[in-house]
């Protein structure tokens, strides 16, 4: 039974992780087409590229290739299996197709599995498995912010206030289901205080130069998904522990300078996802330590 579910998750995992990738490039193009009308300055080798697919309809918005726009076909769209068998080139024209996409996919079907590995709540009512699937479709959501912010500096509107609305469900759930509403309740308006009230502080105090407005959103989404101030505080640890590791190491290398812009969406995308599944595993350890 457990193949079976692991085998279902790594699927699902990689159709929905294909999905992310492809939305990835429609919100990019929309977004140009937007600054563009506002009279903001884009790439404009960028915007030739990309301004097709912000305007197909619902109907014919089919997968193409960005450089020659050869409509993918079925065979073509299997998602990491197409890839490989194509060695990340078009069919048509033969230029790469770039290494986020398959990337994407990869990390969306390991979300999945290690989700269901390390899940540390139970899974046997209607609630906590309501839970569990809220949380699997907002990390298609983080997958797209992810990849995202980590290429362009920026979080979607669109997916940011997707997934705090799935993270809302999720907090409400949370509280329908303990048998103390009122400290559930407490604990939610805790963690979304740690993982977005500290940052919009700092945005107040620095003028927005420190941080963005979109990382405030996806402190609000993270920190109701998560739903606890404990794994809230463990989150925003891990988040710049894992800055701390990827930022020193290139400044002292003369890679990155203090000037130099570093996106920190993706990294508390990875740090609540380590606190919701192991975080709890570290409170308990921490509190019995202290006994």
């Not at 014919?60 to 065979?75: A, N």
């Not at 812009?261 to 409170?283: D, N, R, T």
């Amino acid at each position: 039974m457990d193949f079976i579910i692991y085998l279902g998750l790594v699927l699902f995992g990689l159709v929905l992780g294909s999905f992310a990738g492809a939305s990835v490039w429609r919100l990019r193009a929309r977004q140009l087409v937007a600054d563009k009308k506002n009279g903001e300055h884009v790439d404009h080798a960028e915007y030739t590229k990309l301004k097709k697919l912000a305007h197909e309809k619902v109907s014919k918005d089919h997968s193409r290739c960005l450089h020659c726009g050869y409509e993918l076909r079925w065979f073509d769209l299997i998602p990491l299996v197409s890839w490989i068998a194509l060695r990340g080139r078009c069919r048509s024209c033969r230029k790469p197709i770039g290494i986020m996409e398959p990337l994407i996919e990869l990390g969306t079907a390991a979300f999945f599995v290690a989700s269901y590995a390390l899940w540390p709540f139970d899974l046997t009512t209607g609630l906590q498995i309501s839970q569990f699937v809220i949380w699997l479709v907002a990390g298609v959501g983080l997958a797209i912010m992810f990849a995202y912010d980590a290429r362009w500096f920026l979080l979607p509107d669109r997916i940011n206030f997707a997934v705090i609305g799935l993270g809302l469900v999720s907090a409400i759930l949370m509280i329908i289901e303990s048998n103390d509403h009122i400290g559930a309740l407490l604990n939610v308006l805790g963690s979304v205080a740690i993982l977005s009230g500290i940052y919009y502080v700092l945005y107040l105090i620095s003028k927005g130069r420190w941080i963005g407005f979109g990382d405030i959103k996806l402190g609000l989404g993270l920190g109701l998904l998560l739903g606890n101030w404990q794994l809230a505080f463990i989150g925003l640890f891990f988040a710049n522990l894992i800055g701390c590791l990827i930022v020193i190491p290139l400044m002292a290398t003369g890679k990155l300078k203090r000037t130099s812009h570093v996106p920190f969406g993706p990294l508390l995308i990875v740090g609540a996802i380590l606190a919701k599944l192991i975080g709890m595993g570290i409170a308990e350890f921490y509190t019995l330590s202290l006994m």
